[in-house]
Nanobody, 122 residues
Framework: QVQLVESGGGLVQAGGSLRLSCAAS????????MGWFRQAPGREREFVAA????????YYASSLKGRFTISKDNAKNTVYLQMSSLKPEDTALYYC???????????????WGQGTQVTVSS
């Protein structure tokens, strides 16, 4: 059974930073594109960032580019999301996901983690 386990969430003040991790088991992330999504209460899940299987390409939601950085360590089978200059509107449950496609579309991701909560206080 494929497992993606996110960690690193928490409570941070506005302007602060967090690094989220997503550890994969029984799935080799070097063979997949990986993405981060987030969902705030009462809102739809939205795309945050994606990285292709070779880590040669990355793509970000336009509103987040410059503050968030996605990366992966294939040797550790782990994907990261470095978040900086956090704002209260970044508060959400953050999910990582794996896809055979390099895509921003949530329905094209095959495997999902349970999410890690990020709360940014003002």
């Amino acid at each position: 059974q494929v497992q993606l386990v996110e960690s690193g969430g928490g409570l941070v003040q506005a302007g602060g930073s967090l690094r989220l991790s997503c550890a994969a088991s029984t799935l080799t992330i070097s063979r997949y594109s990986m993405g981060w999504f987030r969902q705030a209460p009462g809102r739809e899940r939205e795309f945050v960032a994606a990285i292709n299987w070779s880590a040669g390409w990355t793509y970000y939601a336009s509103s987040l580019k410059g503050r968030f950085t996605i990366s992966k360590d294939n040797a550790k089978n782990t994907v990261y999301l470095q978040m900086s200059s956090l704002k209260p509107e970044d508060t959400a449950l953050y999910y990582c996901a794996a896809s055979q496609w390099y895509t921003t579309v949530a329905t094209q991701y095959d495997y999902w983690g349970q999410g890690t909560q990020v709360t940014v206080s003002s």
